[in-house]
């Protein structure tokens, strides 16, 4: 892959809602997808992910109907403004994907002694959410959707999938072909939160002292408009 279609695949990404086909995924497109997954950078080579492979329909149906019990306790907290908007964003595609993938973070793998972990214990659970980049950004490449779904109870898809007292899931992602790709991502194209621009969130030396970001950005112009 060239440079330009790299970027392209950064801000190409989405996470995909309403677009899934249902359609089967190809195994071979499922392997490289979780290999790209597997081959993120971890915390002292500990590798602390998992990924639960969910097709059943029992348990994504049993999960579907807790994330929309987690959606009306959230909405409940919003003003009437607020959840005018939020009514009008869809939140998962727990059915419509052709799998659900369960991530899940191990912090005692590699124990007792993590290298680079000794000060920061979050660092394995930065692991795995590398893991998870590596994992959308292929899919993205493969043109697969993934939606990361996070209106749910930690406790409740740990029993709903069976995992061990020490193992929390991290996130359970929807995959599956879809029909296309939006060219605005949801939040931003349904009025939820405005993209923020770069330039106020790069610092030089110490926080709080800007740079100059046009001359630090040379990205193909239709990604480079979307940095500012």
């Known amino acids: 892959m060239d440079r330009d279609s790299f970027y392209q695949v950064i801000f190409g990404r989405r996470d995909v ?22 081959g993120a950078p971890s915390v002292g080579m500990s590798q602390p992910w998992d990924f639960v492979l969910v097709e059943s329909e029992g348990t994504r149906r049993a999960f579907y109907e807790h994330v929309y019990e987690e ?11 607020a959840r005018e908007r939020f009514q009008r964003i869809k939140i998962e595609g727990i059915l419509e994907a052709s799998l659900g993938i369960v991530v899940t ?4 793998r590699g124990s007792p002694h993590v290298l680079g972990r000794h000060a920061i214990d979050d660092a394995g659970l930065y692991s ?14 493969e043109s697969i959707g993934v939606g990361w779904v996070s209106f749910y109870r930690e406790d409740f898809l740990a029993d709903l999938v069976g995992l061990p007292a020490n193992i929390r899931p991290i996130a359970w992602l929807c995959l599956g072909p879809v029909t296309h790709f939006e060219q605005i991502p949801d939040l931003e194209r349904l009025n939820w939160q405005a993209r923020r621009p770069l330039r106020p969130h790069v610092h030089m030396g110490r926080f709080g002292e800007h740079v100059d970001i046009e001359r630090l950005v040379d990205l193909p112009g239709e990604v480079a408009e979307k940095t500012k």
């Open 105 to 108: 973070y191990d912090p005692q």
């Open 128 to 141: 795995v959410c590398l893991a998870i980049e590596n994992l959308w950004l292929a899919a993205t490449a």
């Open 17 to 38: 809602r309403g677009q899934f086909t249902g359609a089967e995924l190809d195994s071979g497109v499922l392997g490289r997808v979780l290999a790209a997954a597997h």
């Open 71 to 81: 959606r009306t306790t959230f909405e409940s907290m919003l003003d009437d403004d």
